[in-house]
């Protein structure tokens, strides 16, 4: 499996922007895939989560400003972000887990001016 990530880019506080994580290679139907994040001197943390069956997961600070979603194929995943806040620049990563796989794609960076 190989992800690709995209859509990052420079917003202003308050804006949106979507990201795209798309999959490629052989997709277990029983997996989880998620977006992560990490700030300059921070460390990575999860932004948000998708099983295969659809259920999901936020980390408190993006809670009602993002919402993650896939495909109906699902392998490509989406990152709706919503009401940037400084606070949300960083690299984000994609994420693919199922079974013994723990697959990571290259990050995108998503920076918010105040």
């Known amino acids: 499996v190989q992800l690709q990530a995209s859509g990052g880019g420079l917003v202003q506080a308050g804006g949106s922007l979507r990201l795209s994580c798309a999959a490629s290679g052989s997709i277990f139907s029983i997996n989880v895939m998620g977006w992560y994040r990490q700030a300059p001197g921070k460390q990575r943390e999860l932004v948000a989560t998708i099983a295969g069956g659809g259920s999901t997961n936020y980390a408190n600070s993006v809670k009602g400003r993002f919402t993650i979603s896939r495909d109906n194929a699902k392998t490509t995943m989406y990152l709706q972000m919503n009401s940037l806040k400084p606070e949300d620049t960083a690299v984000y990563y994609c994420?693919?887990?199922?079974?013994?796989?723990?697959?990571w794609g290259q990050g995108t960076q998503v920076t918010v001016s105040s």
């Open positions: 994420r693919y887990t199922a079974g013994m796989y723990d697959i």
